[in-house]
C-alpha cells in the first residue's frame, strides 16, 4: 500500500513538474521577459542658479512637494546690486557729459553761423569798397595828368603874359591838392587790403571752428556708443538679479537637496532634484536574444518589487535604434583580432496604464507580448 502511495504521489510530483515547465517555456516563448526594467521619469531634472554666489536661503527640503512657480531657495544679491549701482553711475555721469558736449556744440554752431555770416559780410564789403578804391584813384590819376598837362601849358602862356599869373596858380593849386588826394587813396587802399586780410583769416577761423563742430560730433557718438553698451551691461546686471532666486518649473517633488544654506556656489552648481511623479514610464534593457517579436504597440504586463501582487499594464512605446552599449564611454577594442561576443541589450521604452503606487527609481519585471507570426 505505501509503495502504491509512493509510485501515485511520485506520478503526481512528474506531472506538476511536466505542467509547471510546460506553462514556464510557453510563458517565456510568447514573452520577452526582462526583470532590467526600472520605473523612470521623464521629468527629473537638476535646479540650479545661473549666476554663482552665496546661497543664504533653502526653503525646500527634501520629498516635500512645491507648486510651479515657488521660490526654493535664493543667492545674496548684494554684489549683483552693488555692480549695478555702479554701472547706473556711470551711465549717468556720461549722460551729463554727453549733454555738455551737446551744448557746447549748439553753441559752437550758432557761433559759427554768426560769425560766417558776418565774415562774408566783412569780406564782400571790402572787396567793394577796393573796388570802388582802385576806380577812384584811377580816375584822379587820369585827372591829374590833364591838370599836368594844363599846368605846362599855362607856364609858357604865363611867360608870354598871355594869361595872369592867378590862372596859373589856380591849376598848381588843383594839381597838388588832386596829388594829395591820391596819395590818401593809395593809403586808404593799403588799409582796405589789410583789412580784406583780416576779414579773410576770420573766414578761416570759422571753417577751423566747423572742424572742431565735427570732432564734437564723433565725440557724442563715441559717448553714445559708450552709453549704449553700458544700458546693455545695466540690463544683463537685471537679469542676473533676476537669477538669484530659483524657482520650481512645475508642480512636483523635491527628490534631493543638495545642500544646506549658506554655501558659495558656481553658476550651474546643481541645488534641488525635482521629480514629477505624474510623468512616469518604464524602462526595459532587453536583452537582443529576446528581441524577436517585440514591436511598439505590444501590451506589457508589469510587476514592481515594491509593490508585490500588483501587476501594471502598458504598451512598448518605443525601441532604441542602437544598443545601450554604442555610446559607451570605453568603447571595446577589437583592433587585436580577440574578440567575445557579449550579449547586447536595447531600451525600450513603456507607456503605463497607471502610475498608481509608483515612483521614479523603482525595480520591475516586465513580460512583453510578442507579435505573432
Avoid: W
Amino acid at each position: 500500500m505505501s509503495k502504491r502511495f509512493g509510485s501515485l504521489l511520485l506520478l503526481v510530483i512528474v506531472v506538476l513538474l511536466v505542467l509547471f515547465g510546460y506553462r514556464y517555456i510557453h510563458y517565456r516563448s510568447v514573452n520577452a521577459v526582462s526583470d532590467a526594467a526600472f520605473i523612470k521619469s521623464d521629468r527629473l531634472p537638476f535646479l540650479s542658479f545661473k549666476v554663482g554666489g552665496k546661497v543664504v536661503e533653502m526653503r525646500a527640503e527634501a520629498n516635500r512637494p512645491v507648486k510651479k512657480g515657488e521660490l526654493l531657495a535664493r543667492i545674496d544679491p548684494t554684489d549683483i546690486q552693488l555692480a549695478k549701482k555702479r554701472l547706473e553711475h556711470k551711465r549717468s555721469s556720461l549722460q551729463e557729459k554727453i549733454g555738455g558736449v551737446e551744448l557746447k556744440k549748439k553753441r559752437l554752431e550758432q557761433t559759427l553761423l554768426l560769425q560766417s555770416r558776418i565774415a562774408a559780410t566783412d569780406v564782400q564789403g571790402v572787396m567793394d569798397e577796393l573796388r570802388a578804391t582802385e576806380l577812384q584813384i584811377e580816375a584822379s590819376r587820369t585827372r591829374l595828368r590833364k591838370l599836368e598837362k594844363d599846368k605846362e601849358r599855362f607856364a609858357k602862356m604865363l611867360s608870354q603874359n598871355l594869361i595872369a599869373e592867378t590862372a596859373y596858380e589856380q591849376v598848381q593849386t588843383e594839381a597838388d591838392s588832386l596829388a594829395q588826394q591820391i596819395e590818401a587813396m593809395v593809403q586808404r587802399l593799403e588799409s582796405l587790403k589789410t583789412k580784406k586780410k583780416k576779414a579773410q583769416l576770420a573766414q578761416e577761423l570759422s571753417e577751423l571752428n566747423r572742424k572742431e563742430i565735427a570732432e564734437l560730433q564723433k565725440s557724442i557718438q563715441a559717448m553714445l556708443q559708450e552709453k549704449k553698451a553700458l544700458d546693455a551691461a545695466i540690463a544683463e546686471t537685471e537679469k542676473k538679479l533676476g537669477y538669484t532666486e530659483l524657482y520650481a518649473p512645475f508642480d512636483g517633488v523635491i527628490a534631493k537637496k543638495f545642500f544646506d544654506a549658506p554655501k558659495v556656489v558656481s553658476k550651474g552648481y546643481p541645488v534641488y532634484a525635482l521629480a514629477d511623479p505624474e510623468h512616469l514610464y518604464c524602462e526595459v534593457l532587453l536583452s537582443e536574444k529576446k528581441m524577436k517579436g517585440v514591436l511598439p504597440g505590444n501590451s506589457v504586463s508589469i510587476e514592481v518589487e515594491a509593490l508585490k501582487g500588483k501587476t501594471f499594464h502598458g504598451t512598448v512605446e518605443s525601441i532604441a535604434p542602437t544598443s545601450a552599449s554604442t555610446f559607451s564611454l570605453v568603447p571595446r577594442d577589437i583592433a587585436s583580432g580577440e574578440f567575445t561576443k557579449l550579449d547586447q541589450r536595447f531600451v525600450v521604452r513603456i507607456k503605463l496604464d497607471s502610475i498608481e503606487g509608483l515612483r521614479a527609481g523603482m525595480g520591475a519585471t516586465v513580460a512583453i507580448a510578442r507579435l505573432r507570426d
